[in-house]
Nanobody, 128 residues
């Protein structure tokens, strides 16, 4: 059973930084795609960034240049370094995974339906 556990959320002032982590367990697929999504109250879940087992990355336009996704394959952990945060980044952030496949190419929209496994989420709040 694939399990994803997020951590690292919190409250920060605009312009600040946070680093989210997602610890993955329960799968042995060498090919996988992992991603971060976020959902603000009253809005749809939107893709933020993704990274696959080959190290290919994909970012939403809204976070390019501010957020960096990375992985520690030895520890099965994914990270999202978020810099220059603004109030529009306030949301619940979810870790997601799709196993047995690589991510779609850079520039391809990140869609929730492409990911079969989800964490419980971690809240990020950015105050103005």
């Amino acid at each position: 059973q694939v399990q994803l556990v997020e951590s690292g959320g919190g409250s920060v002032q605009a312009g600040g930084s946070l680093r989210l982590s997602c610890a993955a367990s329960g799968y042995t697929y060498s090919r996988n795609c992992m991603g971060w999504f976020r959902q603000a109250p009253g809005k749809e879940r939107e893709g933020v960034a993704a990274i696959d087992s080959d190290g290919n990355t994909n970012y939403a336009d809204s976070v390019k240049g501010r957020f960096t996704i990375s992985k520690d394959n030895a520890k099965n952990t994914m990270f999202l370094q978020m810099n220059s945060l603004n109030p529009e980044d306030t949301a619940m952030y979810y870790c997601a995974a799709d196993v047995g496949t690589l991510c779609y190419g850079s520039g391809t929209p990140l869609l929730p339906e492409d990911f079969g496994y989800w964490g419980q989420g971690t809240q990020v709040t950015v105050a103005s």
